[in-house]
Nanobody, 114 residues
Framework: QVQLVESGGAWVQPGGSLRLSCAAS????????MNWYRRPPGQGREFVAA????????VYADSVKGRFTISRDNDNNTLQLEMNNLKPEDTAVYYC???????WGQGTQVTVSS
């Protein structure tokens, strides 16, 4: 059974940084492209970033481009999201996803406020 577990969410002031992680079990992550999504308060889930299976290519939502970096460690079966210069509008529950399998984690809360 595929299980994805996100961690690293926290409260942070505007301009701060956080690093999210997604640990996978029951699946070999190196076989799949992976994504980060987020759900802001009262809104639908939105795409944040994607990375190919080997990590060679990445794609970002315009709203996070230049501030967020997606990466992966296939040896350790994990996915990361480095978030810098955080803004209040980045407040959301962040989810990792394997699109091809329809697999989602439970999410981790990121709150950006002063």
């Amino acid at each position: 059974q595929v299980q994805l577990v996100e961690s690293g969410g926290a409260w942070v002031q505007p301009g701060g940084s956080l690093r999210l992680s997604c640990a996978a079990s029951g699946v070999t992550l190196s076989l799949y492209a992976m994504n980060w999504y987020r759900r802001p308060p009262g809104q639908g889930r939105e795409f944040v970033a994607a990375i190919t299976s080997a990590g060679a290519d990445t794609v970002y939502a315009d709203s996070v481009k230049g501030r967020f970096t997606i990466s992966r460690d296939n040896d350790n079966n994990t996915l990361q999201l480095e978030m810098n210069n955080l803004k209040p509008e980045d407040t959301a529950v962040y989810y990792c996803n394997i699109g091809k399998l329809g697999a989602w984690g439970q999410g981790t809360q990121v709150t950006v406020s002063s």
